[in-house]
């Protein structure tokens, strides 16, 4: 391809990786496409945080004032003992640490940013990809209800259950380690008492976690997830609908500390879903076609980084993509940068150690910046 011609690039699933990729391709003049199997854009039921390294990608994005004006800012990155409330680690968050804030939000805030700022005409809603069928340079997207799109190179931001993926290696499962997540958000004004601290808190117990914190500026709205054994076979499709019992929940930190507790206490209802991870991919893609964020690094929630390492890719695969004039290459490049970090990443989030006591520097994951970091060579 003459790297004068502007490339057209299909993008497969309008998640928060997807349209960031949109968002990101966009900006260094790239015609993109976005494709997503639902039939609409739900207010999914769930908080993300954006820790600096994020809101280092959204402002490159343009998207940060925005967000800092709606999300929470917490003072803090806390960790408790679930019992005596002991601060177990605490790792001040002010925006000047590592040069951009950190905010917590309702994931929908989040998306809804993302979705406005992709142009008008760009997503299409209702495809099911089924198939895609490669002549020479050009890959022909095969939908559910027959519907067929070409592009130059295509990007599977699909999520964990990534039709791209299964298209490209085979089928395959995620693993399940027999870990579930509660997950709820809820008027704060129903907690009793004092409320909760402004910080972002986890409360470590011996065998299980729950992380507390506000979703919006206003302090109106707080959630909260978990992570438990689960001494059944509770294995989902990723699904954020599934509906969990409150009085199981309640029962699963019956010990912790009287925060929480409270917090427990006014929580109306929740959702259960099963934790899935995978161990590092050692290729991310073939040719033109290549894959983003949980389809090709899934990981637990236990760093905050499953969205954040989404927008992080979409922001390093523009970068190699600008100018390119050979497609494979820049995708090859995009997933050579990216894959280190992002298996390092996977790792220890899967170990679920990160910032549990230790005095180990944080800066390699909240001072990244993927707008500047040094590309593959």
């Not at 690039?9 to 391709?25: E, H, Y």
Request: charged share 20%.
């Amino acid at each position: 391809m003459h790297p004068s011609s502007t490339p057209h690039i299909a993008i497969v699933g309008a998640g928060i990786g997807g349209l960031a990729a949109a968002i990101a391709l966009g900006r260094v003049g790239i015609d993109v496409s976005v494709h997503e199997q639902a039939r609409a854009f739900a207010r999914v039921g769930a908080g993300v945080q954006m820790l600096p390294n994020a809101c280092h990608a959204l402002r490159g994005l343009g998207l940060l004032e925005r967000l800092e004006t709606a999300g929470f800012q917490p003072f803090s990155h806390l960790n408790r003992a679930w019992d005596s409330g002991e601060v177990v680690r605490e790792l001040p968050m002010p925006p000047t640490l590592y040069g951009a804030p950190f905010l917590c939000l309702h994931r929908a805030t989040l998306h809804q940013a993302l979705a406005e700022a992709v142009p008008a005409g760009r997503i299409h809603l209702n495809r099911r990809l089924a198939g895609i069928e490669s002549a020479g340079a050009r890959h022909r997207l095969v939908f559910a209800d027959g519907t067929r799109t070409e592009a130059d190179a295509v990007i599977g931001a699909d999520g964990v259950h990534s039709v791209t993926r299964a298209l490209l290696f085979g089928p395959d499962a995620p693993l399940h380690k027999g870990r579930i997540a509660y997950r709820a958000v809820f008027p704060a004004a129903r907690i009793e008492g004092p409320g909760i601290r402004p910080s972002r808190t986890k409360w470590w117990g011996t065998d299980r976690h729950i992380v507390i914190y506000y979703t919006d500026a206003a302090r109106s709205e707080v959630y909260l997830v978990t992570s438990v054994p689960e001494p059944g076979d509770f294995i989902t499709a990723e699904s954020w609908s599934a509906a969990g019992d409150v009085a199981e929940l309640r029962a699963a930190f019956a010990g912790f500390h009287p925060e929480v507790r409270a917090v427990l206490d006014a929580c109306p209802a929740c959702h259960k879903w099963a934790i899935l991870e995978r161990e590092p991919m050692p290729r991310w893609g073939e040719g033109a076609i290549t894959l983003l964020g949980d389809a090709c690094h899934p990981m637990t929630p236990y760093m905050a980084q499953g969205a954040a390492t989404s927008i992080e890719d979409a922001v390093i695969l523009a970068r190699c993509l600008d100018g390119a004039a050979d497609l494979p290459a820049a995708l090859a490049r995009y997933a050579a940068t990216r894959q280190p970090r992002t298996a390092r990443i996977q790792g220890i989030s899967s170990a679920n150690t990160w910032m549990h006591g230790g005095t180990d520097d944080p800066g390699w994951l909240y001072g990244y910046d993927a707008w500047s970091v040094p590309l593959a060579a």
